[in-house]
């Protein structure tokens, strides 16, 4: 569970601690007051995509650290494989910073890492179910993919995406090797060519810029040599030197320096003027004797530099992304040329990647078959809870991609698998069963999300769910329903719930209000948590707003009243 979220200097947060409690968790406010501020937060130390815009005005860095307690053996064995740290113990401690140049900083438990290492254990750690789904629900991909996560089918469906990569990249090698041949040899002289190209240059990690500041220097030489003469001549070779001239006014002070404490520190920093003036001369003495101007070497330079500047405009800006580039045709080059590969040997190799394809796109269909069946009549019950009480809900899936035996074909199907899933519904009785993206109102849509969420949040094994504002197009008379919903799936996860239905935060075990203020024409957002007459005025403003009386303040009462009872009866 997350147990704390600690916020500073976040677009209009300055500092605040977030304590959350193992089940139900509400923040509710009124609109415009920054809600959404603390998922922000939340996604930012998940590894999600930030930039300097959510440093506050005026600061130097944000920073969000979440506190997280881990009970699951096996996710957290996850982790430690994920950050390489297998110290870790129940108590995690993830942490996310960024300056206003846009620079992040990542660390677990004190420890440096990766943006993609923090939202690979962010993604074992919560799953975030965002305002803005109900329009994903009506692809039919993301359709699939419900229905794969709620029958545990997601590894399957990898393992089979795994497959068909490869049976895809061996099926383009096998169309270049069989139906052009010409073309093939002509790229393979290519990238012989452009491999041998790079290798010849024998380019080093920063080369360039070693050259770079050496042929500044050679470029330069008669001014630095002729500057050098010059200065130590004045310093100290001629008979007018500086040196020389230095000498008799030490002397002179120093015959009076023990006479008054001023004079001796005059003295001691003219002598020590002298001696340092004297060291100075001595290394450009050195400096003069040891310099070398070699013209060749300059040439060499220049032609050094010239082949990188040609190898750049070809092959990529940096010698880094020159030498990936090589590294990349080399194994375009070795698949192309390797030794002993055939077309023949490529269809040998398909046939085996078409049966492994085959058995288990079978089995994928067979899962997905069993998952709708289980699926549907759960999802129908949901919505006669969530007022639609003769709605009918059917999670259709069909296989397309058949050839003219009747058995799926390989080269029609997708990464996905054999299937298509659409999902039907009927609102009202007497209606046939139609695609939910033909039919379905905003509220409807809502309503069938609710319902999947719920039934998915049950098989998600992810400790922390969190619910942006998906009451989205609901009604009041639907929050008490979804209220207990949530307060449901809180008995197997920690939920976090983002609301403006007082009905829904009547269900909280932790309610947290969001408030926005302007002190000296600055806005700041405070984050408090509420219990006792706190709570209820909240209750109450959620109700009315600000024109509440004491009968919505009656009204507060009996949610909160009625919503405890609900969830003690249930256990």
Known sequence: MLQELYITNFVLIDKVTIRLCERLNVFS???????SLVIGALNFILGGRANADVVRSGKEEATVIGKFSVNDKDILGHIKKVSGNNDLEDELILQRSIDTSGRSRCRLNDMPVTVS??????????????QHEHETLLHGVNQLFILDDFGGISPLREDFAGIFRQYTEKTRLRDE?????????QKIDLYAFQ??????????????EEL???RLLLSNAEKIYGTITSCYAQLYESSESIVEKLKPVVRELQSVAKLDETLQKIFDSCSQSHYQIEDAAFALGKYRDGFNYDSQRLEYIEERLNTMRKLKAKYGATVEDILAYRDETELKLKQLSGEGTSAEQLDEELQALTDQLLRKGGELTRKRLATAEKLSPLINEELHELGIPHGRFCA??????LNKDGNPDVSGAHSHGFDQTEFLISPNPGEDLKPLRKI???GEISRVMLALKHQLAKVDKTPVLVFDEIDANIGGRMGEVIGGKLSGIARSHQVICITHLPQIASYADEQLKISKAVKNGVTHSTIESLSGDAR????ADMIRGSEKTDITRKQAQEMLRDAKKKVKSKG
Do not use: C, W, Y
């Not at 406010?29 to 809600?35: I, P």
């Not at 491999?195 to 360039?208: K, N």
């Not at 209820?536 to 209750?539: A, D, R, V, Y």
């Open 29 to 35: 406010g009124a609109t415009g007051v920054g809600k």
């Open 117 to 130: 290492m923090l939202k690979e254990v962010g993604e074992m750690l919560v799953t975030i179910h965002g």
């Open 177 to 185: 090797l069989k139906n052009n041949q010409n073309e093939r040899r």
């Open 195 to 208: 491999v041998d190209e790079i290798d010849t240059a024998q380019l080093r990690t920063g080369e360039a």
């Open 212 to 214: 770079e500041k050496e």
């Open 396 to 401: 259709q899936v069909v296989s397309p991609f």
């Open 440 to 442: 379905a109102s905003g």
């Open 536 to 539: 209820l005025e909240e209750i």
